[in-house]
């Protein structure tokens, strides 16, 4: 039976992790073992139990308890269910919840990137991806278009922030990821990985070209919003590839771009 609790009291303590904590302060670097995060909405919730995630407490409206959200709470039992009216959770949050349910997440040791590389033939790394809309975009994407891992870089958005997760529509839950310890190519190349910068230079393959979809082992590098990957990472990679445009268009925002080159470059010969 879950323990459902009205708000009475917006400083109640164990609000906090809703109301009055950053993002970074759930993610607990000093202490990752006691790190958390928060997941939004029904679907990412139900995918990141899916997955083994740990629930703490959930927030939701009053009307999603019998609802939309009954299903998910038979799954939690004894986990505190903290509730109010839509308004309520608003001025609480200083947000409007997302199909009306929060809750708070234990968060899981991460992989090594020898751990999470073993077994898998084609993997994405993200090198200082900063925004969360991007990063959840792309896991989507790597998800969906057959790509088996995500590596991100120091500087990259954390995938389990909650705009990023939920973006993802919990695929961030279906597909391995972790963060590498520094921005170098060394240790993938050593797994056997070629590797393939994304990058609008001259000289570059394209997309579609067969020597890629050949690679028993490809790691698809994309880069930073606006700047995208630098000149010595770009220099350091096996391949630089470019996505053919039209009519001008000289780029792609980097999640469309993902999509596109996973679509391509996840088959596999």
Known sequence: MNNIIEITD???ERLDI???LTEVQLLNREFP???MFIAESPKVIERALDAGYEPVSCLMEKRHIEGEGKHILERMKDVPVFCAEFDVLTQLTGFKLTRGMLCAMKRKTLPTVKEICENKRRIVILDKVMNPTNVGAIIRSAAALGMDAVILTPGCSDPLYRRAARVSMGTVFQI???????DSLDEIKSLG?????MALKDNTL???DPCLTRE???AVIMGTEGDGLSDSTISDCDYTVKIPMYHGV?????AAASAVAFYQLGKRK
């Open 10 to 12: 917006f400083l109640d």
């Open 18 to 20: 809703y109301a009055r």
């Open 33 to 35: 073992e006691k790190g």
């Open 176 to 182: 391995e990821w972790t963060f590498a310890l520094d």
């Open 193 to 197: 990985f070629k590797t393939a910068a």
């Open 206 to 208: 394209s997309v579609d």
């Open 216 to 218: 028993n082992k490809l």
């Open 250 to 254: 000289d780029s792609l925002n980097v």
